[in-house]
């Protein structure tokens, strides 16, 4: 297959004050990219899941925190009180992912540090800092890519839940990024991607964007893993995380904690990788990670290309927790960019972090 045109969940150009943000919403039916110019505007874009995935949302925050400081108002006291009310609306747009807290206090910092500056140079200055942030995750990915292909099988099929992959990070991705890394190491996977009801990144996000790599990809729906697992059909799964307590507990979509316990059973390894952004240490362990409660509308309607159809009877609620926690002993190992832990438990977590 020849190379796809490259592609960003989202990128803040040379010139103009601007991210663009490819809408993840309209994938793969069509290509739509958004240009945001405002904190707010960022803010939504997050929030209806425009831009999504954990180190993604991390990205988003910190051009959000840019355009904000383009639009501050000039006095030093007055600037940082807007800096403080836009890290406060971008962080509240999503509770689970600690990326996007993370960034936005990784941001707001700086621009307290920025603050007594000109309002030109202290723009430009967290503009900066967010394209440093950006770089550094697309490198945190490429190590976690290097270090996590070691771990997979020479060949086999190799499952993977959600989209953790260049869609959801600043680039390259961390489960997929396992894969990229694998294959330029010679090695041949089969990718199952699931279906990852209710949102479907998996079926509309991770199957786009690895089948456009040229990876062999095949789609599953997500009750179909059981049945492949004791049939002998999985080598290994890889997934992100949203947040990973101190402890190692991993919050990730919704059906990693199934998953995690069907490949349990199974004596199938389960790998985690996700960057230390990801890894929340002020969270002792799963039961402390805020799960967020999405709209029931996401389940009982399916968004299509030409609007969405209701799928269940008039009346009918549902319930929508977005994600589950995978306690650390199902983990086989969790890949970082400074090294792998396994087992995963608060001393491995503690000695990434040098102790
Ligand atoms: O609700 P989403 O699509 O933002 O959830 C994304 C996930 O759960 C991913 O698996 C996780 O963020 C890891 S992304 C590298």
């Not at 309209?26 to 960022?42: C, F, G, K, N, S």
């Not at 180190?55 to 000039?74: F, Q």
Request: charged share 20%.
């Amino acid at each position: 297959m020849s190379a796809a045109e490259p592609f960003a969940a989202i990128r803040f150009p040379t010139s103009g004050w601007r991210a663009l943000v490819l809408d993840q919403r309209r994938l793969p039916w069509a290509e739509i990219v958004d240009e945001v110019t405002t904190w707010e505007a960022m803010a939504l874009a997050i929030g209806d899941m425009r831009v999504r995935g954990a180190p993604a949302i991390g990205v988003a925050a910190a051009y959000g925190m840019a355009l904000a400081a383009h639009s501050a108002p000039p006095a030093t006291s007055a600037f940082i009180t807007h800096m403080e009310r836009a890290a406060a609306g971008l962080t509240a747009t999503r509770p689970t992912a600690v990326n996007l807290a993370w960034a936005a206090g990784a941001c707001l910092s700086h621009a307290r540090s920025v603050a007594p500056l000109g309002p030109d140079e202290r723009a430009e200055s967290c503009l900066a800092f967010a394209r440093a942030l950006h770089e550094a995750d697309v490198a945190s990915c490429r190590r976690i890519g290097e270090l996590g292909a070691a771990l997979l099988p020479d060949e086999g099929t190799v499952l993977t839940h959600c989209n953790a992959g260049a869609l959801a990070t600043g680039g390259y991705g961390t489960a997929l990024g396992l894969l990229r890394a694998a294959r330029a190491m010679g090695k041949r996977h089969r990718v199952l991607a699931s279906e990852t009801r209710p949102y479907l990144q998996g079926a509309r996000l991770t199957a786009w964007e690895l089948s456009r790599d040229g990876f062999d990809v095949s789609i599953v729906c997500d009750n179909m893993i059981g049945h492949l697992l004791a049939k002998g059909q999985i080598a290994c799964a890889v997934v992100g995380a949203d947040r990973v307590a101190r402890n190692g507990d991993v919050a990730n979509k919704i059906g990693t904690y199934g998953l995690a316990c069907l490949a349990r059973l199974h004596d199938v390894p389960l790998y985690v990788a996700a960057p230390l952004s990801t890894v929340d240490r002020d969270v002792s362990d799963g039961d402390a990670i805020p799960i967020e409660q999405r709209s029931a509308r996401e389940v009982v309607e399916l968004d299509l290309p030409g609007g969405s159809v209701r799928i269940a009877p008039d009346g009918v609620g549902a319930l929508h927790p977005a994600f589950d926690v995978t306690p650390a002993r199902l983990v086989t190992a969790l890949v970082t960019e400074r090294g792998v832990a396994s087992p995963l438990n608060d001393a491995s977590l503690a000695a990434l972090f040098g102790g």
